[in-house]
């Protein structure tokens, strides 16, 4: 069974501080990486994806990705009260044809 | 642009009823489709992806079952509900991938199912 891990936390922040997440994958054949947004009660929404080793950014947001370590970060700057949500690690299977999720951490931005 | 439906939002079933829950994808075509269930404080659990019509694999062996009898129509189904059915089932598709690259999921609204 493939593995993505998170840690649950909840891992909490100050309003306008950088939260930090991580995840980590064990299918070294994967290829695609995304981090979702879960509000409580709602379903998951893409935040963004990255496919090359090193760092993507897009807005307050940025992945990093190094395949090597198997490892995948996302970065938010200037943390907003806003930004309280759960964040979902994704990776695909080998085969391509489905992601798996890690379990989330829980992010607290307090004001 | 697309759109994914999925109802009904809540359902509340007594152990041993039949369940279908369905999903439909508008705006796409030869979508990949997956039904996830989670469930309360545990993550995204895969259960079933289809990559075409009756194409269904199966991640969990348990007591659902899922069909795709139409491009854009995925179905999730039991016979005979259990209480540890209760969670809450997403919907989800996207474009696939080749080479081992895939592409973002996008989710239906889900529904909570709540097994009593």
């Known amino acids: 069974q493939k593995e993505v891990e998170q840690n649950s936390g909840p891992l909490s922040v100050p309003e306008g501080a950088i939260a930090s997440l991580n995840c980590t994958y064990s299918d070294r054949g994967s290829q695609s990486f995304f981090w979702y947004r879960q509000y409580s009660g709602k379903s998951p929404e893409l935040i963004m994806f990255i496919y090359s080793n090193g760092d993507k950014e897009d807005g307050r947001f940025t992945a990093q990705l190094n395949k090597a370590s198997q490892y995948v970060s996302l970065l938010i700057r200037d943390s907003q009260p806003s930004d309280s949500a759960t964040y979902l690690c994704a990776v695909n299977n080998q085969a391509g044809t489905a992601l798996i999720f890690g379990k989330g951490t829980t992010l607290s931005v307090s004001s | 642009s697309q759109t994914i439906h999925q109802w009904p939002a809540t359902l509340v079933q007594p152990v041993g009823s039949p369940l279908s829950l369905e999903c439909t994808v508008e705006?796409?075509?030869?979508?990949?489709l997956y039904w996830y269930r989670q469930a309360a404080g545990r993550g995204l659990q895969l259960l079933f992806y289809s990559v075409g019509i009756g194409q269904i694999s199966s991640e969990v062996p348990q007591n659902l079952s899922a069909s795709r009898p139409q491009d854009r129509q995925f179905i999730l189904s039991s016979k005979k509900l259990l209480l540890s059915d209760s969670g809450f089932y997403l919907c989800?598709?996207?474009?696939?991938?080749?080479?081992?690259?895939?592409?973002?999921?996008?989710f239906g609204q889900g529904t909570r199912l709540t097994v009593v």
């Open positions: 705006g796409t075509s030869n979508p990949n």
């Open positions: 989800a598709w996207n474009l696939g991938g080749t080479g081992g690259l895939n592409t973002e999921a996008f």
